[in-house]
């Protein structure tokens, strides 16, 4: 019987500092901080939204996005590295305004230059989502 192989834990890369420091500032609504991460070019897709293109409409992005829920986390379940990008599963569990429980899978996948986010794709399933908001 072979021995296990036992994977050393390496420290985050500074591609994933800065997008943990972005989530860090989500979660906390600390959304001025966001300027400190976003590249002045940053692009924001998300799947059915028009995109948020340079750091001022990125840092608008969010306080819009969240303003429907009285709490929100979003929780990184996995993270995939390289130097220049990283991709994280998220699990977002969070309250509406009028209390109902909303949670959903996401992936978000963020290219980093210079130390500064330049682009952050997220993926979820919409529908899934509009039913819960629905009820």
């Known amino acids: 019987m072979t021995e296990p192989t036992t994977v050393p834990v390496t420290e985050a890369g ?5 997008v943990e420091r972005y989530f860090s ?8 901080e966001l300027g400190e991460v976003f590249a002045p070019e940053a692009e924001i897709h998300t799947v059915g939204r028009a995109p948020a293109l340079g750091r001022a409409e990125a840092l608008a992005h969010f306080p819009t996005v969240l303003a429907g829920y009285a709490e929100h986390h979003d929780a990184v379940t996995r993270w995939i590295e390289t130097e220049d990008a990283v991709v994280c599963e998220i699990h977002f569990t969070g309250r509406l305004r009028d209390g109902r429980p909303i949670v959903f899978d996401a992936v978000d996948l963020f ?11 997220t993926w979820y399933d919409t529908r899934a989502l509009a039913r819960q908001i629905r009820g």
């Open 14 to 18: 500074p591609a994933r500092q800065v």
């Open 25 to 32: 500032a989500i979660n906390a609504h600390r959304f001025a």
């Open 111 to 121: 290219d980093v230059r210079d130390g500064r986010i330049a682009k952050v794709s």
